[in-house]
């Protein structure tokens, strides 16, 4: 029995063990990988000796790809693991460290590029030590590029568009679906479908309306408003592009704001909004004063995690601009990243663009966190 | 006896319910409307010739119809293998992603044990968190592993998404069966291990399922991971998204309605569970 007791029950952390390796390895690990890349720099660096041997001190150190005078050579023998043994040659050279200062010692071979080893008096530095260093070089180059502003400008953009048009759908969609019409399952399917297309699927079912030959101007000239297709999706029509982005998004990403709204509709007793209605509340007053009071703590949720998914709009925009024209945060980290033609294969960009998008995000929920909870306190005052 | 006459106000408060009940029911449709005309329109492009693809202004409905255009999309090179990898990274998400959170869900459904807010707080963290980026460093660190461009390493990616969504969702599914189901099985004589797979397993199961088809839609769609992880064994969206600017309109809207259509298959399956799974999520 005393034995029993002590027993401690291991069962849910085994459960949980799993799913917890899982999230470390390919969650957490990739995250401070990512931070590594954003802020390490991994270069190489060449020490240069005092002397013509390996253990000698260091005098300092050369850049990769700098050209260097040779001052003198020595020819050494060395020994190889099979017992034969082999010329090398240390070279004594001359030449500026990065900061300028003049430098003089000892390389080995092995570190230079050089034509003839007992007669070229030039050669330059190919190889050296892995150095890492901590660096702000990527971030400040990303603030400093004129397409990351742009990106920025036009994801905040999108958001303050976005949010506000889907939170009045999903509002109102919640709310038809409250109403119990006939034909409720049908309307909840249809209003759930775009739950499960793909933002690029989205992206290019608007294209098919807003394409200069598409649906927009089939029935802009059948009502008489136009004479010539007009082209909408135009570099020269910044405004119309983000129009039809904004219309895709709020078809494509409704759906999940309304699932949210909906299950915090069903937790609301029925006896608060009778009770309201028993006093001559009108449905706009109880909608105003009970519905949405009592909603706050799903819309929060459902608002951290669209803006959060906001930040990450990419594939939308792709389709419908091209991606050049008019860019968001997650297509330059694509195009920083992207080893293909259209991308600068730069791994390190790429981070800084992902950290940057992971802080942002994250002022956003703490922000939001913050001003829903503050005026509780306010109100409770 | 005859219902009584109506009074002026009573007549005139029943006509704005019933006035008010048609203004919901053409909001209803509108919306509904909202949502289906686009994909009736993309629909019509993916059957209609290459002469209605290309004509204006555009019919409404696709008369002639054809399945030359799905053909052509089809036809394109690495189409079919696209689909396929699609397939098999959504499958191998799926079945990673269920065996790993179903036990965890489980767990924070039927335990009390120290940590266990923690850890569920932890979960809904890794839930909202931007979580596609990650796709860079991994992209990075799956060159180093010998593990870029291959299709179980997408699905790797795909696992860590989906994985947090799924143990929640498998959490309120085992939290809507009462305890006492157990218990009572127990009272009858079943051992934990019986109780669980005579009695628990089967009313799960479709919750279960439900999730487990969520989980292969969300890889399905998945695209900017995908495309930072892969270059020969591209899925689907990746292997659209990159042929995108030198493809034709034929090539994109049939690609775009193909895209689509297992969102309109799934979400029938599963929409009413959907509530149950977003349920227990906002609290």
């Not at chain 1, 990769?64 to 240390?90: F, H, K, N």
């Not at chain 2, 008369?63 to 053909?71: A, L, S």
């Amino acid at each position: 029995m005393k034995m029993k007791r002590l027993r401690f029950n291991f069962a849910p952390y085994l459960l949980i063990l799993p799913s917890f390796i899982y999230l470390a390895v390919f969650f957490a690990w990739p995250m401070v990988r990512s931070l590594q890349l954003a802020f390490v720099r991994d270069s190489q660096i060449l020490p240069v000796l005092s002397e013509p041997e390996e253990k000698a001190d260091v005098v300092g150190h050369l850049e990769m790809q700098v050209d260097v005078a040779v001052v003198d050579r020595i020819r050494q023998d060395e020994t190889l693991a099979s017992g034969r043994t082999r010329p090398v040659y240390w070279f004594k050279i001359a030449s500026e460290t990065e900061s300028g200062e003049p430098i003089e010692g000892w390389v080995h071979q092995k570190n230079l590029f050089i034509k003839s080893r007992t007669e070229s008096d030039t050669a330059r530095v190919v190889s050296g030590e892995g150095a890492k260093e901590w660096t702000l070089d990527y971030v400040e180059r990303m603030i400093n590029d004129y397409r990351f502003r742009e990106a920025l400008q036009t994801t905040l953009l999108l958001i303050v568009f976005i949010l506000p048009i889907q939170f009045v759908l999903a509002i109102t969609m919640a709310l038809v679906l409250q109403s119990q019409l006939r034909g409720n399952s049908l309307f909840l399917y249809i209003y759930a479908i775009p739950l499960g297309i793909s933002d690029l699927a989205a992206g290019l079912v608007w294209v098919t309306i807003f394409t200069q030959r598409g649906y927009l101007n089939t029935f802009l000239q059948q009502l008489g408003l136009i004479d010539q297709p007009y082209i909408f999706l135009s570099a020269e029509n910044q405004h119309w592009l983000i129009v039809a982005i904004v219309l895709a998004e709020v078809w494509r990403a409704t759906s999940i704001v309304m699932v949210i709204v909906v299950s915090g509709l069903q937790a609301i007793p029925r006896e608060y909004l009778e009770a309201g209605e028993l006093f001559g509340a009108s449905l706009w007053q109880r909608l105003r004063h009970i519905t949405l009071p009592l909603l706050k703590p799903s819309l929060q949720v459902a608002l951290i995690l669209r803006t959060i998914l906001a930040f990450q709009v990419f594939a939308v925009v792709v389709a419908i601009t091209g991606g050049r024209v008019l860019t968001v945060l997650a297509y330059e980290t694509y195009r920083w990243y992207d080893p293909g033609d259209s991308g600068f294969n730069n791994p390190n960009m790429a981070a800084a663009y992902a950290g940057f998008i992971m802080l942002i995000s994250l002022a956003f929920a703490v922000f939001y966190l913050r001003t829903v909870r503050t005026q509780e306190e306010a109100a409770r005052e | 006896m005859t219902t009584r006459a109506l009074d002026p106000v009573q007549r005139r408060a029943l006509r704005r319910q019933q006035l008010r009940r048609a203004g919901v029911y053409a909001l209803a449709i509108l919306i509904a409307l909202w949502i289906l005309l686009p994909i009736w329109l993309i629909g019509t492009m993916a059957f209609s010739t290459r002469d209605d693809v290309y004509g204006f202004p555009k019919q409404m409905a696709p008369i002639p119809f054809t399945t030359d255009t799905m053909q052509f999309f089809i036809d394109q090179p690495g189409i079919i293998d696209g689909t396929r990898n699609s397939i098999v990274v959504a499958v191998i998400t799926l079945a990673m992603s269920t065996l790993i959170a179903a036990p965890a869900g489980y767990a924070i459904s039927r335990y009390f044990f120290v940590g266990r807010d923690a850890y569920r707080l932890g979960i809904l963290a890794v839930r909202a968190f931007p979580i596609v980026i990650l796709a860079v460093p991994l992209a990075v660190t799956f060159i180093e592993w010998g593990m870029f461009d291959k299709v179980y390493s997408v699905a790797l990616m795909h696992t860590a998404l989906t994985l947090p969504t799924t143990v929640l969702v498998v959490s309120s599914v085992f939290a809507s069966i009462p305890r006492e189901f157990e218990e009572a099985a127990k009272v009858f004589g079943c051992n934990a291990y019986q109780a669980f797979m005579r009695v628990v397993l089967p009313l799960v199961l479709p919750g279960i399922a439900a999730s487990a088809i969520f989980t292969f839609v969300m890889s399905w769609n998945e695209v900017f991971a995908a495309t930072l992880l892969t270059i020969r064994n591209r899925t689907l969206p990746a292997l659209i998204l990159y042929q995108l600017n030198k493809s034709s309109l034929q090539f994109q809207y049939a690609g775009g309605f193909f895209m689509l259509v297992p969102s309109l298959i799934f979400i029938f399956f599963i929409r009413r569970y959907l509530f149950n799974m977003w349920g227990q999520i906002t609290k």
